[in-house]
């Protein structure tokens, strides 16, 4: 009888030690993406929480946003005060160009997570969007000091230094990304970085690259989309990659914005104000997408609404990309209107 009780006494031991092991590396994983607080609030998580934040994270890397979205409905299903899944949402909204919604969430959090990378990282893409170059440096940098296994900070900052036109550390991060090889979001921000440097045809070899290893990411069929619209090599193509990522994501600005000037390129203008309208409304406070509904609509001989869109665009911001050309627009535009009075 002895012998027996001592025999379950072992089992019980046995089965206990593997448990905790199983926890102490789950939480060494957590630990490894978030804060300490993440990797103790494990020990009373459910395994499917588990489950859902790494699919959420797996689908962040390869900047699949749409799916990030649904893994985070999924968490607050189970847990409406998840911090994490707002963060991730922050980022998420961040990352299809909704930046109000994610400076709301990013004010919700600041008080209870002060020391998130993913707080950080989200702080960086929206001042991005303001063109505050090295503030939003700053955040992204901070993001990765905290959690150094961060691809997208990196992609953001390389993004950064491009717009800032010091293509030297731009290299240095795309250097850094290409540490590993296999990770789809690599090859996003190195595409990215060669994109921003007008090398079209090594940007649109990444952007493939990415398809490979990720098959279903939206981003990657934008890019290559809006590679081959600006450099009007194969606009054929370029339809099908768009057409392809907003079947993938169809309420993101950035990826109805690219249809849009696909088919503007292809001299749709129709079907290009259509897509671009529907980008405005998802994205309101991108200068671009208001400089790329303002051409669309000159081209299509409505001079007043192209006249608003350019204003409109230099309203949000006079630092983006297309600044001159919506200076030049409304000069243009002005004359036209004077002539026809």
């Known amino acids: 009888m002895k012998n027996k009780k001592s025999s379950r006494l072992k089992q019980c031991s046995y089965l206990l030690i593997k448990k905790l092991l199983f926890v102490s590396i789950i939480c060494l994983l957590i630990l490894q993406k978030n804060t300490p607080s993440s990797a103790i609030s494990i020990l009373r998580v459910e395994p499917s929480v588990i489950e859902l934040q790494n699919q959420a994270f797996f689908n962040l890397r390869r900047g699949d946003f749409l799916e990030v979205f649904k893994k985070c409905e999924e968490l607050l299903t189970i847990n409406k005060k998840s911090i994490l899944a707002y963060e991730l949402l922050g980022v998420s909204y961040a990352g299809i160009g909704r930046y109000d919604k994610a400076q709301e969430l990013m004010e919700s959090l600041k008080d209870v997570a002060k020391n998130s990378s993913l707080l950080h990282l989200c702080k960086g893409m929206i001042l991005h969007s303001q063109q505050k170059f090295d503030e939003a440096i700053a955040e992204c940098q901070e993001s990765i000091n905290i959690n150094q296994d961060n691809p997208l900070a990196l992609s953001v900052i390389g993004r950064l230094y491009i717009d800032k036109k010091e293509f030297d550390k731009a290299e240095e991060y795309k250097k850094t990304a290409e540490m590993d090889p296999k990770d789809a979001s690599v090859h996003l921000s190195i595409g990215n970085i060669y994109s921003r440097q007008g090398k079209n045809d090594e940007a649109i070899a990444e952007y493939k690259q990415v398809l490979t290893l990720a098959p279903d990411s939206p981003v990657g069929y934008n890019e290559l989309a809006y590679n081959y619209a600006e450099s009007e090599t194969n606009l054929d193509k370029g339809l099908e990659y768009a057409l392809k990522a907003a079947q993938l994501a169809p309420k993101d600005a950035s990826i109805l914005d690219t249809l849009g000037w696909v088919y503007f390129k ?53 630092r983006f990309n297309e600044v001159l050309q919506s200076q030049e627009m409304i000069k243009l535009i002005a004359s036209q209107l004077n002539q026809t009075q």
């Not at 671009?276 to 997408?289: D, F, H, R, W, Y």
């Not at 007043?304 to 230099?314: D, G, H, I, M």
Request: hydrophobic share 35%; aromatic share 10%.
């Open 266 to 318: 292809k001299n749709n203008f129709i079907k290009a104000i259509e897509n671009l309208k529907s980008a405005v409304e998802l994205g309101p406070n991108s200068p671009t997408i208001r400089y790329h509904l303002g051409m669309a609509y000159y081209k299509n001989n409505d001079l007043n609404n192209a006249l608003n869109e350019f204003k409109n665009s230099l309203a949000i911001t006079e």
